[in-house]
Structures are given as C-alpha cells and as structure tokens.
C-alpha cells in the first residue's frame, strides 16, 4: 500500500449580506464569503488537499473560478467530483485534519454536523475527519473579520501491484 499526504488551503473575504456556508452547511451570520462558488473554505482547502496529496494539480485547475457553470456551485459537488477523480486513479482516503481560522461566527457547536455532511459526501467515516476552529486574536484579516481561511492535510492511500 502506498500512503501519500496532501496540504490544502483557501481563503475569502467576508461581505455583509452574503450567504456563509462551511463544511456543507449554511450557518446563520452578517457575513458570508466572497467567492465564484458557494465560498466553503473548509470544502475548497479539503479538496486542494486531496487532489495535492495524489499529484493531481489543484482545485482551480479541475473547476476554475471563470466558468460560468460553476457560478454559485455548492462546494459538495465539486468535493464528490473530487472523490470521484481520486478513486479513478486509485485512491482512497485514511482521513483528514482541519482548521478553520474565524473571528465569527464561532462554530464549535456546528463541528458535529460538519463532520456528519462532509461524511456522507466523500463516503467516509465521520471519526476521520478532524475539523477544529481558531482564531487570530483579532490580528490581521481574519481578527478584523474581514475575511476566513482554512487549512486541510489528509492522508490518502492506493494498493500497488
């Protein structure tokens, strides 16, 4: 068996008005991202992890922010179009580790049903996926609320002959 590691990161700026979804789920706030797609950070860095991990370029390439029909996708779809690719090369996934670095809205209480959603899109345990929340201490982007970023490394794996 061979394992491999992939790193994932994303970042948007917040607007007022705007929709904020993360790890699959719309929460309720004044803010939401700024984004082509639906703005999942957490979904988005996850995805740049897997397809990192396998040398399969990165999220952009495979669904690039100027095409029309990806205009306000949900993140879920391009996360299940990700499996998809994985697995016709070979991969599965052993599991993955999270951080979502915000201000607000705080989201801890929101992790359980994160990790239950994004389960169920990629098809794997909820217990191998490790979603945690931080902060800035109101230093930069992100502690003036202006803005989200997360990180994912996951661990995939393929049988070699």
Do not use: W
Request: charged share 25%.
């Amino acid at each position: 068996m061979k394992l491999k590691v992939g790193f994932g990161y994303d970042v948007h700026q917040l607007k007022p008005g705007n929709t904020f979804v993360l790890g699959g789920i719309t929460i309720p706030h004044e803010k939401g991202c700024v984004a082509h797609s639906d703005g999942d950070v957490l979904i988005h860095a996850i995805c740049d992890a897997l397809l990192g991990a396998a040398n399969l370029r990165d999220i952009g390439f495979h669904f690039p922010d100027n095409d029309p029909e990806l205009k306000g996708i949900d993140s879920k779809i391009l996360l299940k179009k990700t499996i998809k690719i994985l697995k016709s090369h070979g991969y599965s996934i052993e599991n993955i580790d999270s951080t979502v670095c915000l201000e607000k809205p705080k989201i801890k209480d929101r992790i359980p049903e994160m990790q239950h959603i994004l389960s169920q899109t990629m098809g794997i345990a909820p217990e191998d996926i490790s979603i945690k929340a931080t902060t800035t201490e109101k230093l930069g982007f992100v502690g003036k609320e202006d803005g989200i970023t997360a990180s994912a490394v996951v661990l995939i794996s393929r049988n070699t002959p």
